[in-house]
């Protein structure tokens, strides 16, 4: 299986920045995509940004400018540095990542994170 940890998160004026962390552990073989998705009250959960084991990044348009993912291979871990936090931007964020394990390299599948909470709000 694979555990996904998450820290960062907490609260935060408008404008300012916060930067989450995820790192990925276990009896992983190969990891594919890492991101992080966020769950409003009231909404379904969304995907907030993504990174390929290539590097290619994919952005909510909601949070283009304003987000960067960025992934360490070396350390299975994956960043989302935050800038110029709004209220809107209030969700508990998930990390997932699309991985195979050990004992069955031949299949990805997602693993999540517990969640982290960001509320922006002054």
């Known amino acids: 299986q694979v555990q996904l940890v998450e820290s960062g998160g907490g609260l935060v004026q408008p404008g300012g920045s916060l930067r989450l962390s995820c790192a990925a552990s276990?009896?992983?073989?190969?990891?594919?995509?890492m991101g992080w998705y966020r769950q409003a009250p009231g909404k379904r959960r969304q995907l907030v940004a993504s990174?390929?084991?290539?590097?290619?990044?994919n952005y909510a348009d909601s949070v283009k400018g304003r987000f960067t993912i960025s992934r360490d291979n070396a350390r299975n871990t994956v960043y989302l540095q935050m800038n110029s936090l709004k209220p809107e931007d209030t969700a508990v964020y998930y990390c997932?990542?699309?991985?195979?394990?050990?004992?069955?390299?031949?299949?990805?599948?997602?693993?999540w994170g517990q969640g982290t909470q960001v509320t922006v709000s002054s």
């Open positions: 990174v390929s084991s290539g590097g290619d990044t």
């Open positions: 276990g009896s992983i073989f190969s990891i594919n995509s």
């Open positions: 997932n990542t699309r991985a195979s394990t050990v004992g069955n390299i031949g299949f990805l599948n997602d693993y």
